[in-house]
């Protein structure tokens, strides 16, 4: 049986980079991903995301996550990383996300969870990203389409910070 992938973007495009996994989901639909690999924009939605948990081998979810590093930084986590980062740090959507896994997990529903973090420069009202991330937008599709057709393929990196 094949691996499914569902790919989560999440975040509210109207603060700026905060909207960085919508906006990410929404370039990697052109990017010629395998059939398996399923790009779904959740924007602020994430609780109404549980039925991913369910359906899907693996999720990966795409969002904003504040580290300290430069903007645009993308970082490679499990949930389990989440639980132990500097709570201070962590929006609505990453506790959320937890909570995701918890529901799933009392459904008896335990796919893998991927989640890929890109350290934002500024999350105020707009609805344009930073320049910093616009000039890492090609970069990051092109990291993520292949990451994401390796973990397609089966295989996958395990780096947990990338400098972009």
Known sequence: MEKTIAVLGVGNILCQ????????VNRLLS??????VHLIDVGVNTLD???YFEDFH???IIDALKGGSPPGTLYKLKPQDI???DQNNLSLHDVQV?????M????????????????PKNTSLGMELS???????????????????ELAAGAGSHQDILQL
Do not use: C, F, T, W
Request: no cysteine.
């Open 131 to 149: 320049a910093e991330l616009q000039r890492k937008m090609d970069e990051l599709v092109r990291y993520l389409q292949k990451d994401l057709g």
């Open 98 to 102: 937890l909570d995701l896994v918890a």
């Open 17 to 24: 980079d905060d909207g960085i996994g919508v906006h990410l």
């Open 31 to 36: 990017a010629g991903l395998p059939s398996n």
């Open 49 to 51: 995301s549980l039925v």
């Open 83 to 85: 639980v132990e980062y």
């Open 104 to 119: 799933a997990a009392k459904l008896n529903k335990h796919p893998r969870v991927l989640i890929y973090g890109i350290e």
């Open 58 to 60: 693996l999720v990966v």
